[in-house]
């Protein structure tokens, strides 16, 4: 009563999108802990390094999107995680090279990818910022307090809400913790 062909070219779809599936998720892993890895390299100075790891990331996310197309590829948690950590290594190195954060032209990535890694930035600012103040650099404290504002500032123009909202949060904590960071140094003056 049931047509093997068409079950047949269900499955065969099925298979397709699963193999799919696998390639997919393997690259982003890739692209997911290289990018990890840059911000580290970023934080210990390793410029060269972090700079060749966002070049080779870029290779991955633009292979996926060639081969996938790029619906098929936001279909994947593990393609819009491996984007996100992308985009936060990218604008920290943009920030760190004294740049400003921009639109990321290398890689076509979404609003969510975007966002999500801007708000993950101001992570690594916060990061970034203890260790300048235990280095005793007072200024560059200063600078990045200025950043996290500005970039709060922009984001609250944005009715995030689920994910987005989540990281937005998390934003907003590290500029409690930047804030509360400045009010310590100059207590100590």
Do not use: P
Not at 92 to 113: C, Q, R, T
């Amino acid at each position: 009563m049931i047509n093997k062909n068409f079950t047949k070219k269900l499955k065969q779809d099925f298979e397709k999108h699963a193999a799919e599936r696998r390639q997919i998720i393997s690259l982003s892993n890739i692209a997911l802990y290289d990018s990890k890895r840059a911000i580290f390299s970023l934080h210990r100075g390793d410029v060269k390094k972090a700079q060749d790891s966002l070049l080779e990331i870029e290779k991955i996310l633009k292979k996926l999107e060639t081969k996938f197309g790029r619906a098929r590829i936001f279909e994947e948690g593990a393609y819009k995680a491996g984007a996100e950590e992308y985009a936060e290594a990218k604008f920290f190195s943009l920030f760190l090279a004294g740049k400003k954060v921009d639109k990321i032209k290398e890689v076509n990535l979404n609003f969510d990818s975007c966002l999500g890694g801007l708000c993950d930035f101001t992570g690594e600012l916060t990061r970034r910022a203890i260790n300048m103040a235990a280095a005793g650099d007072i200024k560059e404290v200063e600078k990045i307090k200025k950043v996290i504002n500005d970039i709060l500032a922009e984001l609250v123009e944005f009715n995030m809400a689920g994910y987005l909202r989540t990281k937005y949060d998390q934003a907003k904590g590290n500029l409690r913790k930047i804030e509360q960071i400045d009010y310590e140094i100059k207590i100590r003056r």
